[in-house]
């Protein structure tokens, strides 16, 4: 009898997961080196370095109106198409959910919640810093523009700097920041580059941003990036924090389960006395009584319940003892005795 319950889907995923160590020997962590914070602080200095000049309305905001006055989308109006399609590699939505499902095969091969504890913490990241400088600056995009020249900055926009561009670097640079080896992680790197190139120049096309707003948005991203290694102890506290969850609600369950029926135990077989016809000799039923009694017959099944094999009438129990069915009389004698000798001849 099966005692074991019913596995869900969440368990069979995390037995999976307890295969083998949660995260693999071969797969190294990168870590906060001197070489990763000198490159973050001379990002970062890029970064304030492109507000200070849209704030003091510097070269860079008179380039932004130049290339709005260009306006792309209508110079080169056959590729528009594209664009729109194209542009979407930098929307959150869309891409979250692939770079989900990816990273979430990657979880299930490697044993371990990293990948995809990697990828939460750095959205969350994205949406934190990159929404407050939305807001913060809130400068207007070019459509929405209202004074030719200006930098458009606190007229409550939500465009500098592009979340697009952002979005695109984050999420597919988590891929060559997760990658497996140095060979893996330097093709990545520049697959993302060049894709999040092309989404923050779909934008400017579009006219939907600056071209200031694109740069900053390049820099808010590679900043995620660089950041990533100072959140890896919380992500190891986080997945072993999820792991002891697992194991706290998996004993909850178990002891909040009811213990198995235990099995009937067999029925003793009762002894049916076997009838005798009535009137036979004393001595029959005697020898009747000396020899061991048959088994006793199972009950039979009912129609509906399908009855087992049908057995020869040659191999069923008797139910009555052998011997004759005749009753005796006292008038007659057995076959062969004297007494037939005495009797007369007919005819005399």
Not at 5 to 34: C, G, W, Y
Not at 64 to 80: A, C, E, K, N, T
Not at 329 to 344: M, N
């Amino acid at each position: 009898m099966r005692t074991e319950q019913n596995l869900t889907r969440l368990d069979r995923v995390f037995a999976r997961l307890d295969r083998e160590p949660e995260r693999p020997a071969h797969i190294d962590v990168p870590k906060m080196s001197r070489h990763r914070v000198a490159l973050f602080l001379a990002t970062l200095a890029f970064y304030l370095a492109i507000v200070w000049l849209v704030v003091i309305t510097s070269w860079l905001v008179r380039l932004d109106w130049l290339v709005m006055f260009f306006r792309p989308y209508q110079q080169w109006s056959g590729i528009h198409w594209f664009v729109d399609y194209y542009v979407v590699l930098g929307q959150r939505g869309p891409t979250a959910v692939m770079v989900a499902a990816w990273l979430g095969w990657r979880s299930w091969r490697q044993h371990t919640l990293r990948p995809l504890l990697t990828l939460g913490a750095s959205l969350l990241l994205l949406n934190l810093t990159v929404g407050a400088a939305k807001l913060g600056m809130g400068r207007l995009g070019p459509h929405y523009a209202t004074t030719i020249g200006s930098n458009e900055m606190g007229l409550g926009g939500d465009i500098f700097p592009s979340g697009h561009t952002a979005n695109a670097v984050v999420t597919w640079g988590i891929l060559a920041y997760l990658a497996s080896t140095p060979r893996a992680r330097r093709w990545l790197s520049a697959l993302s580059a060049v894709t999040s190139l092309g989404v923050g120049l779909a934008t400017v096309y579009l006219g939907t941003h600056w071209l200031s707003d694109v740069v900053l948005g390049w820099a808010a991203g590679l900043l995620i990036l660089l950041a990533l290694p100072w959140c890896e102890p919380l992500i190891a506290r986080a997945e072993v924090a999820i792991f002891d969850l697992r194991d706290r609600w998996r004993d909850r369950r178990a002891a909040t389960a009811p213990a198995p029926a235990p099995a009937p135990a067999p029925a003793a077989p009762v002894a049916v006395p076997v009838p005798f016809a009535s009137g036979a000799p004393a001595q029959e039923e005697a020898s009747a009584a000396r020899e061991p009694a048959a088994p006793a017959r199972s009950p039979r099944a009912p129609v509906y319940l399908a009855p087992g094999p049908h057995t020869t009438r040659s191999e069923r129990t008797p139910v009555t003892p052998v011997g004759s069915r005749r009753p005796p009389h006292a008038d007659r004698l057995p076959r062969g005795t004297a007494a037939s000798a005495a009797r007369p001849l007919p005819g005399g």
